[in-house]
Nanobody
């Protein structure tokens, strides 16, 4: 399984970014038995789960700080998961990582994920 993130960049406060995670060797559709999450790493604050989706059940989790501002979506080919983030704030600045594992429930701990992308930088300027 390989994951490739894209969509990071620099945006002003209040702006929108669409982060994408392309998977190979994994199916992000309802029969794929995969769980996909976005984590972010902030220097000095560690790595936390931003959002997670159980692609089989469609169940989602969003961290309180992004709830209402972040939304998962999938493409029809079931190879890409998108996370759109709106109303971005300077505190959203971080390196964002896509992570995946096999299973069918929500996971929030980075140690529970087996596959990781290389990360994409998101910078929100005030």
């Amino acid at each position: 399984v390989q994951l490739l993130e894209s969509g990071g960049g620099e945006v002003q406060t209040g702006g929108t970014l669409n982060l994408s995670c392309v998977g190979s060797g994994v199916n992000f559709g309802t029969s794929g038995n995969a769980v996909v999450a976005w984590f972010r790493e902030i220097p000095g604050k560690g790595t936390t789960a931003v959002a997670c989706i159980d692609t089989t059940a469609g169940t989602t989790f969003y961290q309180d700080s992004v709830k209402g501002r972040a939304t998962f979506s999938r493409d029809n080919a079931k190879t890409t998961v998108h996370l759109q983030m709106n109303s971005l704030k300077p505190e959203d600045t971080a390196v964002y990582y896509c992570a995946a594992r096999w299973g069918s429930q929500i996971f929030k701990d980075e140690t529970q994920f087996d596959y990781w992308g290389q990360g994409t930088q998101v910078t929100v300027s005030s």
